[in-house]
T-cell receptor, first 113, second 109 residues
Framework: DGGITQSPKYLFRKEGQNVTLSCEQN?????MYWYRQDPGQGLRLIYY???????QKGDIAEGYSVSREKKESFPLTVTSAQKNPTAFYLC????????????FGSGTQLSVL | EDQVTQSPEALRLQEGESSSLNCSYT??????LFWYRQDPGKGPEFLFT???AGEEKEKERLKATLTKKESFLHITAPKPEDSATYLC??????????FGAGTRLTVKP
């Protein structure tokens, strides 16, 4: 089945540690996104990528980094510079261009130990 | 700044009790309005896209409508399996996408 796979489902970070969230899609979509979801708030865009080897910062990129070496993969690293990382992280993809209907993964819940 | 506001934050209905969820947005060049359903611990699932005022879309017990300032998601005779959080997102002409905080719907049998 085509879709987006996020792993792990749950992740714990120690202070000063960098952690990487995985996102893989087999939909052949050009565009991929990372969103952060906090209780009582709308989804906020962290980074997005329209094509391989290119990505742009979203509204809350500080303390995060990404790479897009393959069309299928868009991993997100939460660095130690992100002081409040506890949240539900969602990866999404879209066909790209003018089509912005998003397909989401099942999410990763990140917590701080 | 473009904003999207959903109301109510939470809604509890009895099975079969119809109601509506609201999504209001700042009017600054709407490109499209999206509705998603999100189950606990899962990613949002696409429901509808609306592009212009007066447009309506239906799917089973759900109907989405759009005016120049807001969208409604009407739920007719809901069932317990309709319980979820419903998210609204607005894409503006500058390709900015803004999400509302969602309405958490609970349908009791």
């Amino acid at each position: 089945d085509g879709g987006i796979t996020q792993s792990p489902k749950y992740l714990f970070r120690k202070e000063g540690q960098n952690v990487t969230l995985s996102c893989e899609q087999n939909l052949n979509h050009d565009a991929m996104y990372w969103y952060r979801q906090d209780p009582g708030q709308g989804l906020r865009l962290i980074y997005y990528s329209q094509i391989v080897n290119d990505f742009q910062k979203g509204d809350i990129a500080e303390g995060y980094s990404v790479s897009r070496e393959k069309k299928e993969s868009f991993p997100l690293t939460v660095t130690s510079a992100q002081k409040n990382p506890t949240a539900f992280y969602l990866c999404a993809s879209s066909i790209g261009g003018a089509e912005e209907k998003l397909f989401f993964g099942s999410g990763t819940q990140l917590s701080v130990l | 700044e473009d904003q999207v506001t959903q109301s109510p934050e939470a809604l509890r209905l009895q099975e079969g009790e119809s109601s509506s969820l609201n999504c209001s947005y700042t009017v600054s060049g709407l490109r499209g309005l999206f509705w998603y359903r999100q189950d606990p611990g899962k990613g949002p699932e696409f429901l509808f896209t609306l592009y212009s005022a007066g447009e309506e879309k239906e799917k089973e017990r759900l109907k989405a409508t759009l005016t120049k300032k807001e969208s409604f998601l009407h739920i007719t005779a809901p069932k317990p399996e309709d319980s979820a959080t419903y998210l609204c997102a607005v894409q503006y002409n500058n390709n900015d996408m803004r999400f509302g905080a969602g309405t958490r719907l609970t349908v009791k049998p």
